[in-house]
């Protein structure tokens, strides 16, 4: 089919721009679709689209929203005063809009900031304020701990409120590392060693009829290793050879000489 006026370069960006508002299709945050790169952490949120966060922390309560609003407006964290909410006077200040979202990530974390808030009155250059939500890595839950880690606004711009929370969708494949070639060789040791020894003793017990210390399958070789060992190192590690005591001799032995030759000098003096 083809479509008259556009390049194929120009078809091949359309197409992957309706795949990636396709991919992130239930979520209600805008990022900017000409990155790949926030589309692609926007789908790794997916678990966490729709689902609302509070905490509390005199004299405010905060809330905040995953791709999702929570008082309507494009807004996606809010401020309110600890304070019955039902109350008309206690109208809330918006810390950010999901209608100008921002992604980033890390190997095991990805920060979500939430940008056009309402304008500070007098502090930061009176600029929109903005949340961030760190989302760490925490493989065994899927959201928990949120919490209001720093307001920052004792700065003439730049300011933000910054939340954290622990998730498994902040969890990087790359860096999970399972055990190393040597630890895996241990275990297999280890378990080669435990089958040994309770193989042997069960053998030794039940089929030898050994007691005591004799049911150590080997024992006699066990028994033996340390002088085995202490051999072998005696053989590999001395380079000079062992100087053996002299056998005893009787004092003036040399000189009396052996009983053979002293019968060999008396045969002249028998009678012939």
């Known amino acids: 089919m083809a479509f008259p006026g556009l390049s194929r370069l120009q078809l091949q960006s359309l197409c992957l721009s309706s795949l990636l508002v396709f991919c992130a299709g239930d979520s209600k945050c805008l990022v900017d679709m000409k990155s790949t790169q926030q589309s692609k952490i926007l789908v790794r949120l997916e678990p966490l689209f729709g689902r609302r966060f509070e905490v509390k922390l005199k004299p405010y309560n905060y809330m905040l929203a995953v791709c999702a609003e929570v008082d309507g407006d494009s807004a996606s964290a809010v401020q309110h005063e600890a304070k019955d909410k039902e109350d008309k006077d206690n109208v809330g200040k918006v810390l950010g809009r999901?209608?100008?979202?921002?992604?980033?990530?890390?190997?095991?974390?990805?920060?979500?900031?939430?940008?056009?808030?309402?304008?500070?009155?007098?502090?930061?250059?009176?600029?929109?304020?903005?949340?961030?939500?760190?989302?760490?890595?925490?493989?065994?839950?899927?959201a928990s701990g949120f919490t209001l880690v720093h307001e920052e606004r004792e700065k003439n711009g730049d300011c933000f409120y910054l939340f954290e929370l622990s998730s498994s969708v902040a969890c990087n494949d790359v860096g999970k590392t399972g055990l190393s070639g040597g630890a895996i060789f241990l275990i297999v040791l280890l378990c080669l060693v435990a089958a040994y020894l309770l193989g042997g003793f069960v053998y030794q017990r039940f089929v030898v009829g050994a007691k005591g210390l004799e049911q150590i399958p080997n024992f006699l070789f066990w028994q033996n290793l340390g002088n085995i060992l202490a051999d072998g190192c005696d053989f590999v590690c001395r380079t000079k050879p062992r100087v053996e005591a002299a056998a005893y001799r009787g004092v003036g032995q040399d000189q009396l000489g052996d009983d053979e030759d002293e019968e060999e000098r008396d045969d002249h003096l028998l009678p012939m």
């Open 98 to 142: 999901l209608n100008d979202t921002h992604l980033v990530e890390g190997l095991n974390w990805i920060l979500l900031t939430y940008k056009s808030g309402d304008p500070y009155n007098s502090h930061c250059g009176t600029e929109n304020r903005k949340a961030l939500l760190m989302i760490s890595c925490d493989p065994y839950t899927l």
